[in-house]
């Protein structure tokens, strides 16, 4: 009995031992860990894969956990570099062991999506009437609110189930940054953050749990990004922009969106409720965040040639997933503030 | 074997059991040290605040403690007749060639993940619960156990889970112990004129105190359960005796948004929630030991 448990122990260990040699002593394969938002983790799967198959040495490990944990975990260095839809506040970044910076990966779309069997054209939403809805003043899908700004559709008398996040999120953010600047009782009653005290409605996890609980209930109106309605057959609604016009969630009309703010040099904006007649309203960049100067050199040089990959080759892949590519002036202040990065 | 070797067994087993109560403490203390800014700002107001706004940074538990106690009271009324059924069918009532089939497969329930019952939840109870809630008449949705809209998901769904999820380890607990019934207690019953029923009425009785044990294991679980219960429960902070309102829970609301918590006093006012499902739990233990020493006499 005693000598099996020897010759069982010798055994697990010989098993554990050579593998254990592999990762600590070969400097062939490069690993770089990251966290945070799960607005674009589609394409960021996309890209860390075809990356790899790129450069095989270099391994992009990537955890969607949500924007705010991605700066948490930044911050306290447990991973090389972050990903969030919401830019570092000021204080986040007092907080950091060393300067951030930002850069913006892809352009997204968060957009109104319902469900109702009866109505068969795209519903259109200003921003006021959104607030109101997500406020519980909007009750009902026949209310002259709607109404007004759909003169003509069949609205039916059903409830309205409000669908909002139950984690906390960048996509959360974003709307909710647009409902503050359109709303002013929505800003000071709720106002704009990763997680907010919700007036009403019923919380689903993830995009993936709010489209899940929006297809099941009749009469239920939730926030999802784009690619999530797109692929998931779920109907969406036109949303007012500053200008008036009702602009329905597309890659060119986000294109607009971007185009018509300036870029501050430190890439940290929101382009929520832009100016510009074809721009969509709720749309925002999506950031990587890492240090500026790492004190690990060969992963600061692997990041940085990633960076680049995706920024130039990277954006070719976006509009198969739905995100907007960059605009090009965009990618140029890009790739002059790689330059800063110390490697 | 010397006694030595006896001495030697006897400080290791010691140890081991010591490690447990050092766990506990540690538990206890690490969860109190990362609330402080918590128990700091709101103090005993937070067992009452109904607030949780993140922006604001007014956090109250309420709503959650609610939501936790509710579900797993009322999973609690569903899971223990129909889980006390089956121990009794299977021990006393049921063909000896079905009993083992039967316990394997209620046995069978338990080790389901509960991510498992979490997406069973939402595709498949969650609508069958939202066309019960249409069909409920009219008169009845007058009345504040059923108010509110039809959404599927929600307090009912939820404790349904639960329940179904409780079942198994109640049934099996019971199942022992009615096992372990002597034959001579039955035997006396039957011999003092007892029908099958009262004969197995007096089974359990003697059985009792282990059978409110296992009750009290379900509850345990009950409490605690995340997963499934995020999934269909609505994920709503408001104090609502509907089974129709979407509530939330300590566990769910941990879970949701622990990994988004950016600021010091949202992380701290987390963990108090944890800190304070550590104290209801031990508070639930406690009272089951002490309900069992009661009927013990």
């Not at chain 2, 129909?82 to 083992?100: K, V």
């Not at chain 2, 389901?112 to 066309?131: A, C, E, N």
């Not at chain 2, 963990?271 to 069992?292: C, D, K, P, Q, Y």
Request: aromatic fraction near 10%.
């Amino acid at each position: 009995m005693k000598r099996t448990a020897v010759l069982f122990l010798a055994a697990a260990l010989f098993a554990c031992g050579p593998k254990e040699q592999q990762t600590t002593t070969s400097s062939a394969t490069l690993t770089i860990n990251g966290a945070g938002a799960t607005f674009p983790n589609p394409i960021y799967s996309k890209w860390f894969d075809d990356y790899r198959k790129a450069h095989p040495n270099v391994q992009v490990n990537y955890q969607a956990i949500g924007s705010g944990g991605g700066i948490k975990q930044l911050t306290a260095q447990t991973v090389f570099f972050g990903a969030s839809d919401m830019p570092m506040t000021d204080a986040q970044l007092k907080a950091a062991p060393g300067p951030i910076l930002h850069f913006p990966t892809v352009l997204g779309a968060v957009v109104p999506s319902y469900n109702l069997a009866e109505v068969k054209e795209p519903l259109k939403f200003s921003g006021a009437l959104l607030a109101d809805i997500y406020l519980g003043k909007v009750k009902k899908w026949n209310d002259p609110a709607i109404a007004k700004l759909n003169p003509g559709a069949a609205l039916p008398a059903t409830d309205i189930t409000v669908v909002h996040r139950s984690e906390g999120s960048g996509t959360t953010f974003i709307w909710c940054d647009f409902l503050s600047k359109t709303s002013p009782e929505f800003k000071q009653k709720v106002g704009a953050g990763t997680a907010v005290q919700w007036p009403a409605g019923v919380g689903g996890k993830g995009n993936d749990g709010v489209s899940g609980l929006v297809k099941q209930t009749p009469g239920a109106i939730g926030y999802i990004e784009l690619i999530y309605a797109l692929q998931n057959k779920i109907s969406f609604g036109a949303v007012q922009n500053k200008a008036g016009t009702f602009v329905t969630a597309s890659l060119d009309s986000v294109t607009a969106a971007a185009a018509g703010v300036t870029m501050p040099d430190d890439f940290r904006v929101s382009i929520t409720d832009p100016d510009g007649k074809d721009a969509y309203p709720i749309s925002s960049f999506t950031w990587m965040l890492f240090y500026q100067n790492p004190t690990d050199k060969q992963r600061a040089k692997a990041m940085a040639d990633f960076m680049k990959w995706a920024l130039t080759d990277g954006q070719k892949e976006t509009q198969a997933l739905s995100y907007a590519p960059l605009p090009q002036a965009v990618v140029d202040k890009e790739m002059q503030q790689l330059q800063k990065v110390s490697s | 074997m010397t006694r030595g070797d006896d001495r030697s067994f006897r400080l290791f087993t010691g140890a081991v059991a010591g490690l447990i109560l050092v766990t506990i403490v540690g538990l206890a203390f690490e969860l109190s040290r990362q609330s402080a800014l918590s128990i700091a700002k709101f103090g005993l107001k937070f067992w009452i605040g109904t607030t949780w706004d993140p922006v604001a940074g007014n956090f109250g538990a309420l709503p959650f403690i609610w939501g936790t106690l509710y579900s797993a009271i009322l999973a609690l009324l569903l899971a223990t007749p129909i889980a006390l059924g089956i121990a009794i069918f299977i021990s006393e009532l049921s063909p000896r060639m079905l009993r083992q089939p039967l316990a394997y497969l209620t046995e069978l329930l338990a080790a389901i993940p509960s991510i498992v019952y979490g997406l069973w939840g939402i595709f498949v109870l969650v609508p069958l619960v939202r066309k019960l809630e249409i069909a409920l008449p009219a008169s009845l949705r007058k009345l504040p156990l059923f108010s509110g809209p039809p959404l599927g998901v929600g307090m009912g769904t939820a404790a349904v889970i639960l329940a179904i999820m409780v079942v198994p380890f109640t049934s099996s607990v019971a199942r022992e112990i009615l096992k372990n019934v002597p034959m001579a207690q039955r035997e006396a019953a039957y011999a003092l004129g007892a029908t099958r029923w009262e004969a197995i009425k007096a089974a359990i009785s003697y059985g009792k105190t282990g059978v409110v044990g296992a009750v009290m294991l379900g509850f345990g679980r009950a409490l605690g359960e995340t997963m499934a219960v995020t999934m269909v429960i609505g994920n709503s902070p408001h104090v609502s005796a509907s089974l129709y309102a979407p509530q939330y829970t300590m566990a769910a609301v941990i879970a949701n948004e622990f990994t988004e918590a950016a600021d010091e006093l949202y992380l701290h006012a987390l963990i108090e929630i944890g800190l304070l499902l550590f104290i209801i739990t031990i508070a639930v233990n406690m009272t089951s030991r002490l309900l069992v020493r009661r009927t013990a006499r």
